[in-house]
């Protein structure tokens, strides 16, 4: 996947939620309902900001293809939401997905029949994975607007919007820096194998898991993607999973989260 170079993007969500996401055993439950998940990956976050950016295709994701990298700036603009993610909303909620399976189900040997549920479908729940670049999230250097409040205010108007319509969101520490990353020394976009233990000087993934899951703590249907998939070379257990000097380890990542959340669902990078 790819994230955008410069970086725009602080409501705090004060819903209630009266249901929250379980998981017995292989499956995932919301409201005691077996859900499996339909969603939509974005490409980046910044154009659903821009006002010159308000959709006239009524398709998710028409602008990340024509204006996500270096489109129209919204330095010194108000940051509010376009059109954009109520088109993403739309598709969502639309009879875009395939309800039910096409092929028949496999009948599989114990323990394996375990996979499969033949008593039972499942309901379908919308999802929105949004890539994030976390050093844009902490430090002004990174943003385009030389405030990361903006980045603040722009990914929370955007966890506000879906989640308040009853869509799951996956944050996704997708880059540790941008390419253009004026942090020195901190690895930019696809150039990282693995989550950064430091942006530079500064503190890094861990930190950032850290101030994410305490904001949205209180909200169940923010999900949390810890890494974009890693590609450690040589691969190195040990530093995948407890961290070094210079990886955060993925055990240290979920900690970091787990310290503010009880939210089920942390996904490994992948």
Not at 113 to 124: G, K, L, N, R
Not at 228 to 241: M, R, V
Request: aromatic content about 14%.
């Amino acid at each position: 996947g790819t994230m955008f170079g410069l970086c725009l993007l602080a409501l705090f969500i004060s819903n209630t939620y009266s249901q929250s996401f379980k998981t017995v055993g292989n499956k995932i439950y919301y409201d005691d309902k077996w859900v499996t998940f339909n969603g939509i990956g974005l490409t980046c976050t910044e154009y659903m900001m821009k006002p010159e950016m308000d959709s006239l295709n009524p398709y998710p994701g028409y602008w990340a293809f024509t204006s996500c990298f270096g489109g129209p700036s919204s330095k010194g603009g108000p940051i509010e939401l376009n059109k954009e993610p109520q088109n993403v909303l739309n598709y969502l909620t639309g009879n875009n997905f395939t309800q039910s399976p096409e092929t028949k189900k496999v009948t599989f040997k114990s323990p394996y029949d375990q996979v499969v549920d033949t008593t039972e479908s499942p309901d379908h729940f919308p999802i929105v994975r949004m890539p994030m670049t976390a050093s844009c999230y902490l430090y002004d250097q990174d943003v385009d607007t030389g405030n990361h409040a903006d980045y603040v205010n722009t990914i929370d108007k955007l966890v506000e919007f879906f989640t308040s319509n009853s869509v799951a969101v996956v944050l996704d520490l997708h880059w540790n820096c941008p390419d253009d990353s004026a942090i020195s020394g901190c690895t930019g976009a696809q150039g990282a194998p693995m989550a950064l233990a430091k942006f530079g000087s500064n503190p890094g993934a861990v930190t950032f898991w850290s101030t994410i899951s305490k904001k949205y703590a209180a909200n169940p249907l923010v999900l949390y993607e810890l890494f974009n998939e890693p590609w450690l070379q040589p691969q190195d257990f040990t530093s995948y999973y407890n961290g070094d000097s210079k990886y955060a380890g993925m055990k240290q990542m979920y900690e970091a989260i787990r310290s503010n959340t009880d939210n089920p669902i942390i996904i490994g990078g992948a």
